[in-house]
């Protein structure tokens, strides 16, 4: 099945991307916190922890992606992480002037996150990724 195969080949190379992307935006974290404690929206608690937990979630499940037997575990983690921070893409979208970035490209954002989620789940959860059926084994 030369066709399943070229897919698992293009799922396989966009989990590592996604994996490797989310590592280092959890690493940003911790080289400008500062930038990410201020689109924490008012009113909500301890911007520095949500900011240094949020950080250490996008590593944990980049890391995840990489490891077979993580790969759905992370994959729900960072799904989860993605609803948890919409609110602060909202705050930045709502409140352009805040963050010194174009309003277009803050509205651009939201919808963007719709797409992390789907890379993450074709990636991670729509099926048990790389694991073949006893007949395909035998092929």
Partial sequence: MKTLHGVESVRTVLCWLAGL?????????????????????????S????????????????????????????GWGLIAMLIAVFPANVFMALHPEHFG????SLWARLPM??????????????????????SEARQ
């Fill in 47 to 74: 911007p520095r922890f949500l900011v240094t937990a949020s950080g250490i979630a996008e590593i944990a499940g980049g890391l995840g992606l990489l490891i077979r037997p993580l790969r759905r575990v992370a």
């Fill in 21 to 45: 992307f989310f590592m280092f935006a959890g690493i940003n974290h911790f080289l400008k916190p500062e930038f990410y404690e201020r689109i924490v929206p008012p009113g909500f608690p």
């Fill in 101 to 104: 970035m174009s309003p277009w």
């Fill in 113 to 134: 996150q719709l797409l992390f989620v789907a890379w993450v789940w074709w990636t991670a959860l729509s099926r048990s990724h790389g694991k073949r059926r006893p």
